[in-house]
């Protein structure tokens, strides 16, 4: 096929991408996997589009003997060389800009701010581009009055010239629109998330069950963009530009645009468009969620970074390290022989190398969050609604132990877990600016809408001035810094927008200094930014944006330390025991207080017919189930056995709760 | 292969099975049995004129409000809403007077040709023209369920508790150890034909009901008796009801939901509210659920001959076409490696046999090549003193015992007929050297009581612990003691036997026992 050949190029182009990591070659070549597929769907789809926009009733015949006449004529081969072009482009953003980790603006000013970011901005006038290209292919296909952009007329005084054919225009533009929108919608609801799934299936089965909701979303919302389309044509139509008089078919009033055969012309290509786009979309998810079975251990060293054990330690890119812990979940549930391998002993020595690294990392990975709900928790509590925290201080988790490693470290809100994927939106502009404290709230990304242009200028200043910066170097100030700030806010400061009556005789503490003035420095920024109210609950799905992770954490440990009971010879488990069982506790209560504030419990609105993903707004739900189960399936496997194990006596009430089944 | 022949002869009336002890199943006479059932707490007794049944639908209450006119647009509005595309094609065309007459027309027209059409589904699968209570008795796993007082029964798989849907639509909570009864009561509630408890979670209760699935979130501390309907959770899908059969995976992960309307089947990720639809062609619909102890597979059976035999790691299937009816019932061993199910139609029971490991993706090559006959339970006259009773017929369930060593079967009878009852038949089960069933006994109650529901004890102590729903109202225990002849592990998910605090008188417990004492 036409395909084939541009297909071999672009791989040939990853493999310098993929910088010969032998794990990133595999993201890679699932990518190149899927543009393939879709490139490969194509002509079908284009072969039913041509059909459809073909057909007239009255002329069956006529219609399959066009059909055939367009696929085989030049301008044919040559749209359908530069759809294919269309689509590896397409592919290849979404392997750019996919994360596993989505960015949630929590207010509308967040949004703004993604949308206006150059970053989106460059993919969407891409999109924007791709439109009129996919839209002239349209063109060319339906032809008839479609098919130039000029074409020679008379005019009134009898010269020949080139008239501007405006139902080309108005395709062509409606490519363009349609791109740009799909691109802004596509931030909006997150639509470069990739899930994963809870339920295993066949590539082949998962895409035939997701194929007609595709078809389906594609549209509707090809409609709805047509009906914008429509609307901002009408009024830009009435501008002096488009005014020219080149057109003799004036398209600019109600009733030249209620031409129904323009109208379904329109859809029907907006549709083809956003269908391709949507299919390879698609695809992309599919292949790369697929699950990857690492080896436990190797016998070679120089393979020894591919083993699971390490790639879960690793930070870089985060789909790697969700690919590891999802395979770590499934080993632990179905496969007795790679269970085996992680309670094995190191040959020689005996150390239980691969169970200490997958504890450690499951571990640390469950203490993080704890961490960073009790930290929202502490800044949530104390006046009933979300202060900002103050510094990434509070976020300190094992796997990063630098107490003290400067100010970069202190002042950035940086959450240690990093989500950095290669996707993540801001990675690459903005990376080394100092963040504002306010973003570690609203956003987990560290790179965070915040630093759009706009915002930028009115927070870096503040955080530049402030007279912590490049000063404060213990840990200890800084971790007491949330409680001075949030109980003298309100009382010192008369202009403080909300007064909660919990916080007005609350006692004057001691007023030092730099807790002053980085108080009215606090409060100066709350004014500014009093207009981007927050969202309900985007907090919440922020917090929790990540939680995928710790699900399959609590689901692999929790299953090893079940199959531990009987398969485990050298006890190598029973030593985490209590570290595994406290850590969990504590996660637990951290979780139970969170779920106690408001807007944590309330349900989203599920919205089925869009192609965003809004599985992140439920995880905070499902971790808290996975939990609570986890927790159940060790003490329904060890049972009074638990009793032996050294933990707290606070810990051993709670867990005696469960041994009752009292939860 | 073992008959009904082989088994000892029912009871006389009047005298009930109230436990199997030294290899042999005791019975007592009723009087004695009822001080005795009465004393205990879990034993419970629903009279039927106790429960406050509903007078009328709630559709039908419409009758009770003045006539309230609405516009055309406001009530093809509603149409829509409440009965989808044919709904609105109704409306309209019942409103001739008001609409166009070339609409009225065409919506008639097109509403004809959308009857016959599905008339000519019904034709291929008949069950699709059943009103949705009849599919619920249909295919529900309790004897005569639109008769029954208790529709649905199900212990705790950890601890002792257990929960009961009653005729009223209300399900009520038992916990020996705490005072409180909890009842359920939800808007959704209606014709409850299964419920199941989550496994390794205290609250979740899943409820099949006509029109939803409810997960309800029952806190075991509160102390609130009427929990509110904030506690449940609504999951429903288009096309999906009545939902018959549930089944939760023995991990606690997922829900499964099956409707006999749908051909799809549901994986439910309750918490996150998701499902993922599993459709295979063929069938007409899905009846009956029965998820491996082990996790690793799941029955699935259709209203047709057919049943599918899902693998959980991948979710692909097997086709397991019957020769003569639908898949009526169906139960695992501990293990997961063998099923037992009968056929609507025949009066016997078939063994499969799954030797691959769980884990392995594709099951297809190691599967079973045939279905082995296990039991035959054809019609077998006893003569008893009062006059000769013949058992023995088509069964509605089975059920086998958490450590594998008795199966109970329901056997349907013949309501018509007094000397062919419903009556429940146990046997003993062994998997060595060759797997075979060995009779037991008959499992009887008080006269004029007849069997609808019955379940095993998930984790009871000294042996088997069969609960039974009577048709009078009834609940009641009936213990068997054994000693098992290796405690057997239940694979990945299964759990050891928690310590329980005594409850029965313990002289039963040091007895030896032989299970196999006839061949």
Sequence with gaps: MNGSGIKIKATKDLHYICNFNCSIQVICWRAVASIAWAVLLLPPITLVFVIISKFSFLHPIQTISECLYLLTSASGIFSFILLCGVILIVGFLHLEYYTVIPTIACSKIALLGQLLHPRHFINSLVHCFMGVIVAWCCAVTMGLRYETLGYPCTESDGHPQMCLNEYHLILLLAGAFVGFSHSLLGVIYNMNYVSFHTVQQYKYLRFKRCLPLVVKCSATQALYSVRNYIVMYLFLG????????????????IAGLLDLSLLYHLWSSATFLLLTWNITLLLFRIFVTEVYSFPVQSSFTEDSHQCLPKVLTEKQPMILKFLALQDLALLSQHSPSRRCEVFSLSQPGGHPHNWNAISKECLSLLTDLTQRLVAYHDTVATNGRAKSLSSGSERKTSSETSVTSGTEDLMSPRPVFLMKTPASVFARSVAGTPQSPLTSLFTPDLDSPFASPALRRLTAPVDQCSPWYGTVQSPHIMRRAPKLWSTSTDSQVNGSPTPSPASVPSPKPEPSKPSFLAQFLQNRKEQVLKPCHKLPEASSQALFADSQAHIWALEGLSYLVQASFSEDQFGVVQTTLPSILSCMLVLQEAVDRHFKLPHASSKPVRSTSSMGDSTYKTLRFALRATLKTAIYRITTTFGDHLNAVQISAEHRKRLQQFLEYKE | MCSLALFPPPLPSGQTTLCESNNELLSGASTEDRLKQESSPLSLHFPRESLKLHSRTESSSKAAFLDHSETLWMRSAAAWRDGGFTGLLNEITNSHTEVPKWLSMSSGCILALLRWVSSFHGSLFPHLTLSSEDMIAEFSQVLNWSDCVVRAFAWHPHTDKFAVALLDDSIKIYNPKSATTPTLKHRLQRSVAAVQWKPLCASALAVACQNCLLVWHVDP???STRPSSGCAQVLSHPGHSPVTSIAWSPSGSLLLSASPMDS???????????????QR??????????????????????????FRVWETRMWTCERWPCVKGRCQSGCWSPDGSRLLFTVQGEMVIYALTFTDAPGVPTSTSQGPQAAAVVADLSETTFSTPDGDIVVGGEIQSLVWDPRGERLAVLLKGDPQAADRPAIIAVFK???????????????????GAEPRLMQFHPNFQHGALLTVCWSNGRITHVPFYFVSAGVPHFGLSGSPLLPHPQQRPADFVNQSLFTEFLS
């Design chain 1, 238 to 253: 009435k501008c002096p530009f488009f005014m020219n008089k080149i057109s003799v078919h004036p398209l600019d009033s």
């Design chain 2, 281 to 306: 062609v063929g069938g007409g619909g899905v009846s009956f659920l029965s998820w491996s102890p082990d996790g690793s597979h799941v029955l699935a059976s259709t209203p047709s001959a057919l």
């Design chain 2, 264 to 278: 799809t089947m549901m994986v439910w990720d309750v918490a996150a509210e998701s499902c993922v639809p599993l």
């Design chain 2, 221 to 223: 501390c509160s102390l």
């Design chain 2, 429 to 447: 089960t062994r998997a060595n050297p060759i797997f075979e069933l060995l009779p037991c006994g008959f499992v009887q109650g008080e006269a």
